[in-house]
């Protein structure tokens, strides 16, 4: 079992795409607080949770929820290294 933040053992494919489905959460809910994109940048890489995302990905979601679509699920966009 990983120790507390250590994300080595549990960088699976499986776990990546859950991140990825979290950080997505984290974007729209900076977004509902209407921090700007470089905040939201700043705070989700500060989770520690094993990936990081993009200002370009934050960027994407924001004129996505700009739009009004908010459907997280099923857009494949980059998180960290991932892309």
Known sequence: ???????????????????????????????GMQ???????????????GLTTTYDTIRQWYIRFEKGDFDLAGHHHSVGDTS
């Open 1 to 31: 079992m990983p120790r507390h933040n250590d994300f080595t053992e549990a960088a699976t494919p499986q776990y990546t795409h859950a991140i990825q489905s979290h950080i997505r959460v984290f974007i729209l809910a900076c977004f």
């Open 35 to 49: 921090k700007p994109p470089k905040e939201a940048l700043e705070y989700i890489n500060s989770l520690d949770i």
